[in-house]
């Protein structure tokens, strides 16, 4: 099956700084990749998304970049706010089952 | 109404206890899921159902019996529990089971096995 790692693990960064989340994944089948935040205590939830088709896609301070031939994606933050403190998900699908990565615990220090 | 709630919210039980969780959605999607989250960890797949048949059991104990009455509810029932089940569980739901779309979570529902 799939396998998708992520890194780095735990991640700090200065308010306004950008943080980077990178992940790989194995199967070149996969063709839906979200990214979901999760803040302490709270539900996961969809930040962005990018489908195979596209190799990139900003939301505000927020992008997601695909490389198909390198099998690996990026979640991009840019002038990080505190609020923006949270574990991030990254994931992969086949269309059959969603594949999560480990998790990267963001904080961003006033 | 986009959420998906679950109840109850904290629940703590005894080995030989039974008890249900519960998790409900009006979005009117076709697919809904129980996923395990331990701290700091990834959600993992327990079941899912599509259209109200079970699609997906990652293999999961028989201790943990999933039921969708209808469409819009999701439960699960647990019995003689082990201390390492302690956990949140999430219910999901998306508008198809393609897992091509949004997921959308509920709060979760933490479970204490004493």
């Known amino acids: 099956g799939e396998n998708v790692e992520q890194h780095p693990s735990t991640l700090s960064v200065q308010e306004g700084d950008s943080a980077v989340i990178k992940c790989t994944y194995s199967d070149s089948a996969s063709n839906y990749f979200p990214w979901y935040k999760q803040e302490l205590g709270k539900r996961p939830q969809l930040i962005i998304d990018?489908?195979?088709?596209?190799g990139e896609k900003k939301d505000q301070r927020i992008a997601v970049t695909l490389n198909k031939t390198a099998k690996h994606f990026s979640l991009h933050i840019t002038e990080t706010q505190p609020e923006d403190s949270a574990v991030y998900f990254c994931a992969a699908s086949t269309g059959n089952q969603f594949y999560f990565g480990t998790g990267t615990s963001l904080t961003v220090i006033p | 109404d986009t959420e998906v709630t679950q109840t109850p919210k904290h629940l703590v039980m005894g080995m030989t206890n039974k008890k249900s969780l519960k998790c409900e959605q009006h979005?009117?999607?076709?697919?809904m899921y129980w996923y395990k989250q331990k701290a700091k960890k990834p959600p993992e797949l327990m079941f899912v159902?599509?259209?109200?048949?079970?699609?997906i059991n990652e293999s999961v104990p028989s201790r943990f019996s999933p039921e969708c009455p209808n469409s819009s509810l999701l439960n699960l029932h647990l019995h003689a529990l082990q201390p390492e089940d302690s956990a949140l569980y999430l219910c999901?739901?998306?508008?198809?089971?393609?897992?091509?779309?949004?997921?959308?979570f509920g709060e979760g529902s933490r479970l204490t096995v004493l």
């Open positions: 999901a739901s998306s508008q198809e089971y393609r897992a091509s779309g949004e997921l959308f």
């Open positions: 979005m009117g999607h076709r697919a």
């Open positions: 990018i489908r195979s088709n596209v």
């Open positions: 159902y599509s259209y109200e048949k079970l699609s």
